[in-house]
């Protein structure tokens, strides 16, 4: 199956995707099946869209790439940013293509690793709707107010840039620490997939799950399906 992936938002994190999906490949013993075309989208233009609560814009942005990825011969569409999934219910009513979400199988990984409550670091918009309420049967807990900005600029710093410096780490780090400690979170869920910027090579003292790996994984899943096989983990219109 041919993936058309939107990225840009931001660099680091679309070559997260990219590479992993490769690896993946390379693993299965697929890796010249691989079918992938990638559009640029502004990490400025989504940010703007995320804090003015501009969901028709930012659709609109998403529908001329998704066609373009379309008219390139893919078959499912990716957003590789968790905060861009604010506008995916609406995004899903004008795609051309199915989109394979990165929330909707979150949660069965939570369950299956044994976690009924976790905490969640990311976008403020992210950490503030719990993952858009897509969590169902899992308990959700978030930096308390007077860290949660604190995440929020850490984060958005490393998601323009690509890098961490050791005062962000230390500040993303410290919340997520205080959330198992002092709110009972049994593992962290990295709701943002400029995250692993931060956490590669770096002992964080805590259990976690990178929700880019599990939407990955799943991407990686329908990348094995054959075109005219619609039997795969996607939302759709």
Known sequence: MHIGMIGGIGPAATEFYYRNLVRASQLSGNATDLELTICHAHASDLIRNIQSNAV?????????????????????????????????????????????????GLESELVKSGYGKVGVLGNKVVMETRLFNSLQNTDVVIPPDEHLDEVHEAYMS????????????????????????????????????????????????????????????????????????????????
């Open 158 to 237: 490393i998601a323009v840039s690509g890098t961490a410096t050791k005062e962000q780490r230390n500040t993303i780090f410290q919340a997520g620490q205080k959330m198992c400690d002092d709110q009972g979170a049994q593992a962290i869920v990295l709701a943002g997939t400029d995250l692993f910027v931060a956490f590669d090579g770096y002992d964080c003292g805590f259990r976690y799950i990178d929700s880019a790996l599990v939407h990955i994984a799943d991407i990686h899943h329908a990348s094995l399906s054959k075109s005219d096989n619609k039997a795969m983990h996607a939302t759709s219109a």
């Open 56 to 104: 028709s814009e930012q659709v609109k942005i998403f529908e001329v790439l998704a066609n373009r990825l379309k008219a390139a011969g893919a078959d499912a569409l990716v957003v590789t940013s968790i905060a861009g999934h604010f506008c995916i219910s609406e995004l899903a009513k004008v795609s051309p293509i199915p989109i394979i979400d990165a929330l909707s």
